[in-house]
């Protein structure tokens, strides 16, 4: 089948290079800290790097881990970059250096995100004392070289409830974005059973309200929604609207020793699609029985309160991920702010 025959086309991807981390952060959805034993050699990443762009892959996000503690990684995105792909880098901010800071200038990259949970003793309960202050002087430096810089924050039962006090903080920063995203309870979360509840209703009118006035981009990942009222004001950029899950049919993931699957969140092995060792990218994403569960989706698969939904063709019942992490079923989301609303 020829590329341009095939229904789907890859536009990102999220590679995590490395499993290697200076944290142990309880609620790491990937159980990060040690490399994997066997991750793939620089002359394998190299290859991944070719085979993404010969998918005219657009985008592909750097994850680790820690990307920074991969002694390749430079070599690894500059081989994406060379090739026109657009790459961000996903960091704690914890071990960023002057020769960091060079290798992203010289790569050409597009922006580096870096986690923050939210005020200092949030933040640093999770990872430990001082990353808060590394965190923000590694987005001082970025900024002061021209590198754009976004923030991520993951929500949790302790820390939604500060959004507020915590955006009085990023708004005197030069940041370009701030992401608001759930904690699943996968990997460290859910082994630790950190309390990952919220509002998302709540979540979802401080956005909304915010973003009328915040210096930066203000917006909610895909793991919250849907469709309240709010919905075209909430996504990042006006008039954004979550238009279902795009793993397997825009979208993909790799892991550190090979593994692809439709998305790097859904990290159960029952989600492996493929290991680049023993087939190309182009046999795992062109494989017409792959990504099953959203290439072959239909609207009656959807289950409890998304079955019948107004939005059920659009939505296609939320995130993936988080549903199978937080309910044990992909097709119906827990989290979704419109409750029993079917209308």
């Known amino acids: ?35 994997r034993e066997n991750e793939l050699t620089t002359a394998e990443c190299l290859d991944v790097a070719r085979q993404l762009a010969e998918l005219d892959c657009r985008r592909v996000s750097l994850i680790g881990g820690e990307v920074f503690m991969r002694d390749d990684w430079a070599q690894i995105a500059g081989a994406l970059t060379s090739r026109g792909i657009r790459v961000c880098i996903i960091t704690n901010g914890f071990h960023l250096t002057i020769q960091h800071v060079d290798a992203l200038q010289r790569i050409g990259i597009e922006s580096v995100a ?18 808060y202050d590394r965190a923000f002087q590694t ?8 590198i754009p810089v976004s923030v991520i924050s993951a929500l949790r039962a302790d820390n939604a409830p500060r959004l507020p006090a915590f955006y009085e903080t990023l708004r005197d920063y030069p940041i370009f974005a701030w992401q608001i995203q759930a ?4 990997g460290s979360a ?34 919250i929604g849907y469709f309240t ?13 979550f238009r279902g899950c795009s793993a397997g049919l825009e979208t993909l993931g790799i892991d550190s020793v090979g593994n692809v699957r439709g998305c790097e969140s859904m990290y159960d092995p029952r989600f492996n699609e493929g290991n680049l060792r023993t087939q190309s990218l182009r046999e795992i994403w062109e494989n017409p029985d792959g990504f099953a569960y959203n290439r072959r989706f239909d609207a009656s698969m959807l289950a409890g309160k998304c079955a019948g939904c107004t939005y059920a063709d659009v939505c296609a019942g939320g995130c993936r991920s988080y ?8 097709y119906e989301n827990p989290l979704c702010a419109r409750k029993s609303v079917q209308s």
């Open 114 to 131: 870096v986690s923050v949970d939210g005020p200092a003793d949030v933040h640093d309960a999770f990872r430990q004392n001082g990353s």
């Open 229 to 241: 009222p709010e919905e075209g004001t909430v996504r990042g950029r006006p008039g954004a609207v």
């Open 183 to 186: 904690c699943s309870p996968m």
């Open 323 to 330: 549903n199978w992490f937080r309910g044990g079923t992909l």
């Open 1 to 35: 089948m020829t590329a341009q025959a095939f229904p789907f086309a890859l536009r990102s991807c999220v590679w995590e290079i490395t499993l290697a981390c200076c944290f142990r952060c309880a609620y790491c959805g990937s159980n990060a800290g040690k490399a």
């Open 139 to 146: 987005i001082r430096t970025l900024t002061a070289a021209g």
């Open 190 to 223: 859910g082994r630790n059973t950190v309390d990952v509840d919220f509002d998302a209703g709540s979540v979802l009118r401080f956005v909304q309200k915010t973003a009328q006035t915040a210096p930066f981009l203000v917006g909610v990942a895909d793991n």
